[in-house]
């Protein structure tokens, strides 16, 4: 009780503070009041190059990535230095940018949006998880960028229909005011887009682990590791020279099989305790969440070394047989990794 007197408080104080803000169409936050989405509540997922931001962000207590722009906005990095280039939401012209109920909710299939898919429309909940009740609009600015044209702060659709027995009511949550609506579904209001981040180790990140081009750089001090392969069919190319702990790979691994990463271990054979044959997936896990000595952290050495990399090479070493592993990309592979490290590196409790 005290709880909801709390947060209808803050609304009403911001729909006080409407009127004084509305002018200048830019966000006003007060202090004197609880932060309810903080910006440390959310991770910003990046571009390959690891300085630029995507238009996606994961909010952390709920595990949820959502879109940062609209639908019918295109989100704009900032590039430091350059005039006009600060990080906003831009029109998108070719699209709407506001859809009746029935449309959004279908604009999210077979959606796919910076390099994700399985988008969906969020319910009310999900909506009002990441309102920021400190500030007027009730949005986080620094994750939610403003729109070109409007106010970052709007009404959006969500999932929810109504409760009531009128089948053509939805809800959606103004981000303006904080306040949860009910409107016919026919009216046209914005439409932001979010997706689960579950992670399961075992589909995820295991499968890889136990792809014949991993288990061939584990094993190869290990017995019955055949040179043309053992009776599971894991094993080097059967052109492929003995292998030793004192030989090094990259002697002969140069070049395009040698894939650029940050962490250059000096490859040789592993050791007998690095075999990754016949472990369960939480025997897998364990082994990942090691940190050997050319890296500063699990997370640096799966995402950056080279003897990693190499296995999502598209090219077949020495005439060999296996293709590249699963997720097949390095960037896939890469958001698999900093999704589990941003989820603190769970692993499994069942084999």
């Not at 430091?80 to 506001?98: F, H, K, Q, S």
């Not at 998880?129 to 500030?135: F, G, K, N, R």
């Not at 990754?276 to 050319?294: I, K, M, Y």
Request: net charge negative; glycine share 6%.
């Amino acid at each position: 009780m005290i709880s909801d007197l709390t947060t209808m408080l803050k609304k009403l104080v911001l729909c006080a503070l409407f009127s004084l803000s509305i002018e200048n169409a830019e966000a006003v936050c007060h202090t004197d009041l609880p932060s309810t989405a903080p910006t440390s509540d959310f991770q910003i997922l990046f571009e390959q190059d690891r300085f630029t931001p995507k238009g996606v962000v994961i909010h952390r207590p709920t595990k949820l990535m959502w879109r940062r722009c609209p639908v019918g906005y295109n989100y704009q990095a900032p590039l430091i230095g350059v005039p006009g280039r600060a990080e906003m939401c831009i029109r998108d012209t070719t699209l709407r940018d506001r859809l009746s109920w029935g449309a959004a909710i279908n604009s999210t299939t077979r959606a796919s949006f910076s390099g994700y898919d399985g988008w969906r429309l969020p319910n009310i909940k999900e909506l009002a998880s990441i309102a920021e009740y400190q500030c007027f609009p009730t949005i986080n600015s620094s994750i939610f960028p403003d729109t070109e044209g409007g106010l970052a702060g709007s009404a959006y659709w969500s999932a929810s229909p109504s409760e009531g027995t009128a089948n053509n009511l939805a809800l959606t949550f103004d981000f303006i005011t904080g306040l949860v609506l009910t409107n016919p579904k026919s009216l046209q209001v914005r439409t932001l887009w979010v997706r689960d981040t579950s992670l399961d180790f075992g589909q995820d990140i295991a499968l890889t682990f136990k792809h014949p081009r991993c288990q061939n750089c584990h094993a190869v001090e290990a017995t019955n590791f055949a040179v043309g392969g053992d009776a599971n069919g894991v094993g080097l190319p059967s052109t492929h020279s003995a292998v030793t702990r004192a030989t090094l790979c990259s002697s002969c691994h140069t070049g395009d099989l040698q894939p650029a990463g940050e962490i250059d271990p000096g490859w040789h054979a592993a050791p007998l305790a690095n075999d990754l044959r016949n472990l369960n997936n939480q025997s897998l896990c364990d082994r990942a969440t090691e940190v050997p000595g050319s890296a500063t952290s699990a997370h640096a050495h799966l995402s950056e070394d080279r003897l990693i990399l190499w296995s999502f090479a598209p090219k077949k070493p020495f005439g060999g047989t296996f293709e590249a592993a699963p997720p097949y990309h390095v960037e896939a592979w890469r958001d698999s990794i900093d999704l589990w490290k941003q989820l603190n590196l769970p692993c499994p409790t069942e084999p």
